[in-house]
């Protein structure tokens, strides 16, 4: 495809790319297969790709047909789906009306008219918005990341005769319901399955594949810059080395300071004092305090709990009577974030519990040398080097997640890099949104 005068800038399309763009013409050895799945690396050139392809092939086979097209959010879709497509779509002679009220696109070419309805899949209850209609073709962007139910719901709506789907996805673990059910059964269910990696989008440049490699550590790079489905094992923090992450003072010039806290009654309570500089990929954190408190005590029946009140009293005193200091706080702490209200406490914001993009955060900061740790912060040195994956939750449920154990200083620590992160950062596709990471 050449340059348009669109206001997208075109280059010229990989190998893969082509196979995506032609694999359902008549001419091709895959014409009577019933869908394709691309999945791979970040920016590997699969979105574009593919809902290109996805309304070429709508438009050259169905007249007066719907679709769907099907991302995280409509928000997400509209962003990484959407906006290209309709910049896209004139240099093809194609009309293209967005009735954003009804999230639904019109697209007209050479005659014809097809209806395009856009689909948010973000929880179980999505699947309700897709009933009812009848498709003939479904488009999923970023399928990974939708709940299987949803996507079982919109690809049993695809009846009419010629219909086909279209998945595109980042990689996550190998026992990931999608990896399961539907790559690894790609032959099975006639499916064309093409493994992206990031030079087979040539419009990146040497440069911007440094930056991108740069953006994830551990099991994250693995998934998303060599495209692998890979399990999540072992310390979660591998990259941690106190050579390079412990040291006291900070290494640079502080800007600003915030509490970060994960509460607990019987479990421990955590205080993490931060100090933070730089904005974008050069924020840097320093954790030069901590407050730990387990209700548990060091023998069985020696517990000393603590109640709101007290804890209250432990926090005036250690942000040293600052009332007005930020603090980041577990969402679920109601009663205490209530308290510390009552108590006049008055810049308190409940963190964002989300556990793999805190997670990615605090793995490329420490992988960078960006986030360090005073030596008087003995827990939080202590949970990093023995916070692991629950491999027996990913095995049973495809999902991701730490072991509820040793995990109370990290959790407190994702709140508040990641906090900070999007509070003093554009866009950053390592943590800031899945959904750009095509």
Same mark, same amino acid.
């Given at each position: 495809?050449?340059?348009?005068?669109?206001?997208?800038?075109?280059?010229?399309?990989?190998?893969?790319?082509?196979?995506?763009?032609?694999?359902?013409?008549?001419?091709?050895?895959?014409?009577?297969?019933?869908?394709?799945?691309?999945?791979?690396?970040? =920016?590997?050139?699969?979105?574009?790709?593919?809902? @290109?392809? %996805? /309304? *070429?092939?709508?438009?050259? +086979?169905?007249?007066? !047909?719907?679709?769907?097209?099907?991302?995280?959010?409509?928000?997400?879709?509209?962003?990484?789906?959407?906006?290209?497509?309709?910049?896209?779509?004139?240099?093809?002679?194609?009309?293209?009306?967005?009735?954003?009220?009804?999230?639904?696109?019109?697209?007209?070419?050479?005659?014809?008219?097809?209806?395009?309805?856009?689909?948010?899949?973000?929880?179980?209850?999505?699947?309700?918005?897709?009933?009812?209609?009848?498709?003939?073709?479904?488009?999923?962007?970023?399928?990974?990341?939708?709940?299987?139910?949803?996507?079982?719901?919109?690809?049993?709506?695809?009846?009419?005769?010629?219909?086909?789907?279209?998945?595109?996805?980042?990689?996550?673990?190998?026992?990931?319901?999608?990896?399961?059910?539907?790559?690894? =059964?790609?032959?099975?269910?006639?499916?064309?399955? @093409?493994? %992206? /990696? *990031?030079?087979?989008?040539? +419009?990146?440049?040497? !440069?911007?594949?440094?930056?991108?490699?740069?953006?994830?550590?551990?099991?994250?790079?693995?998934?998303?810059?060599?495209?692998?489905?890979?399990?999540?094992?072992?310390?979660?923090?591998?990259?941690?080395?106190?050579?390079?992450?412990?040291?006291?003072?900070?290494?640079?010039?502080?800007?600003?300071?915030?509490?970060?806290?994960?509460?607990?009654?019987?479990?421990?309570?955590?205080?993490?004092?931060?100090?933070?500089?730089?904005?974008?990929?050069?924020?840097?954190?320093?954790?030069?305090?901590?407050?730990?408190?387990?209700?548990?005590?060091?023998?069985?029946?020696?517990?000393?709990?603590?109640?709101?009140?007290?804890?209250?009293?432990?926090?005036?005193?250690?942000?040293?009577?600052?009332?007005?200091?930020?603090?980041?706080?577990?969402?679920?702490?109601?009663?205490?974030?209530?308290?510390?209200?009552?108590?006049?406490?008055?810049?308190?914001?409940?963190?964002?519990?989300?556990?793999?993009?805190?997670?990615?955060?605090?793995?490329?900061?420490?992988?960078?040398?960006?986030?360090?740790?005073?030596?008087?912060?003995?827990?939080?040195?202590?949970?990093?080097?023995?916070?692991?994956?629950?491999?027996?939750?990913?095995?049973?449920?495809?999902?991701?997640?730490?072991?509820?154990?040793?995990?109370?200083?990290?959790?407190?620590?994702?709140?508040?890099?990641?906090?900070?992160?999007?509070?003093?950062?554009?866009?950053?596709?390592?943590?800031?949104?899945?959904?750009?990471?095509?």
């Amino acid at each position: 495809m050449k340059r348009h005068q669109t206001g997208f800038d075109f280059k010229p399309f990989s190998q893969k790319q082509i196979r995506i763009l032609t694999w359902w013409r008549e001419t091709s050895p895959y014409a009577g297969y019933d869908g394709i799945i691309a999945d791979g690396a970040i =920016r590997s050139g699969k979105t574009v790709s593919m809902s @290109l392809s %996805f /309304v *070429m092939w709508a438009m050259e +086979t169905f007249n007066g !047909a719907n679709f769907a097209i099907c991302g995280k959010t409509i928000g997400s879709l509209r962003r990484n789906v959407v906006a290209p497509l309709k910049q896209m779509l004139p240099g093809l002679c194609c009309v293209c009306t967005d009735r954003r009220a009804d999230n639904l696109l019109v697209i007209e070419y050479g005659g014809r008219t097809n209806f395009f309805y856009l689909f948010g899949g973000k929880d179980e209850s999505s699947q309700d918005l897709i009933q009812g209609i009848t498709l003939a073709g479904a488009f999923f962007d970023e399928v990974a990341l939708m709940p299987e139910s949803f996507v079982n719901q919109a690809t049993a709506r695809c009846s009419v005769e010629g219909a086909k789907w279209w998945f595109n996805c980042n990689p996550e673990g190998p026992f990931h319901w999608f990896k399961v059910s539907w790559i690894d =059964r790609a032959d099975e269910r006639r499916l064309l399955y @093409l493994h %992206f /990696v *990031m030079t087979d989008n040539l +419009t990146l440049t040497p !440069a911007t594949l440094v930056k991108y490699r740069a953006m994830y550590a551990g099991v994250f790079a693995r998934r998303f810059i060599l495209g692998e489905w890979a399990v999540a094992d072992g310390v979660i923090y591998s990259m941690f080395a106190e050579e390079k992450n412990v040291c006291d003072p900070a290494p640079f010039e502080p800007e600003r300071e915030f509490v970060a806290v994960d509460y607990g009654t019987f479990n421990p309570c955590v205080f993490l004092h931060f100090t933070a500089a730089g904005v974008g990929d050069s924020i840097r954190h320093h954790i030069d305090r901590e407050y730990y408190h387990s209700g548990r005590g060091e023998k069985e029946g020696a517990a000393i709990q603590k109640d709101d009140a007290q804890y209250c009293a432990d926090m005036l005193r250690f942000v040293g009577g600052r009332r007005d200091m930020l603090i980041i706080i577990d969402p679920s702490a109601s009663s205490f974030i209530t308290r510390l209200r009552h108590e006049g406490f008055t810049n308190i914001v409940p963190a964002k519990n989300a556990v793999a993009k805190g997670i990615a955060a605090v793995a490329v900061e420490l992988e960078q040398g960006r986030l360090t740790f005073s030596p008087s912060c003995p827990h939080t040195v202590k949970e990093l080097h023995s916070y692991v994956w629950d491999v027996k939750h990913a095995e049973k449920t495809g999902e991701d997640r730490p072991l509820k154990e040793n995990d109370h200083c990290c959790d407190a620590l994702r709140y508040g890099v990641y906090f900070d992160m999007l509070s003093n950062a554009s866009v950053r596709p390592s943590v800031a949104g899945r959904g750009a990471r095509n």
